[in-house]
Nanobody, 117 residues
Framework: QVQLVESGGGLVQAGGSLRLSCAYS????????MGWYRQAPGKQRGMVAV???????NYADSVKGRFTISRDNTKNTMYLLMNTLKPEDTAVYYC???????????WGQGTLVTVSS
């Protein structure tokens, strides 16, 4: 199965930046689409950014122009560069991957991002 491990979360002041990483292992299941979701306390998990195997990207309106998703297949790692962070960006961030062969979706364990005002 696909395995995903996030890192890079932490505490940052408003206006600051963080870069999240998601290291993945395909284990025979080639990955198609990958992305990031986040879940703030008391709220539902929502999409942040998505990147396809072809490099196409999509962002939630709330992060457009501030966040950048990228993927380095040579390093088996996906990234989320978060700039101009706001307190409302505080959440647990999860990476996910959809594998191409059977369409299954896999999730990482999550990494906490806290933005102080």
């Amino acid at each position: 199965q696909v395995q995903l491990v996030e890192s890079g979360g932490g505490l940052v002041q408003a206006g600051g930046s963080l870069r999240l990483s998601c290291a993945y292992s395909e284990n025979g299941y080639p990955i198609d689409t990958m992305g990031w979701y986040r879940q703030a306390p008391g709220k539902q998990r929502g999409m942040v950014a998505v990147i396809t195997s072809g490099g196409g990207t999509n962002y939630a309106d709330s992060v457009k122009g501030r966040f950048t998703i990228s993927r380095d297949n040579t390093k088996n790692t996906m990234y989320l560069l978060m700039n101009t962070l706001k307190p409302e960006d505080t959440a647990v961030y999860y990476c996910y991957a959809t594998e191409a062969k059977y369409g299954g979706t896999f999730w990482g364990q999550g990494t906490l991002v806290t933005v102080s005002s």
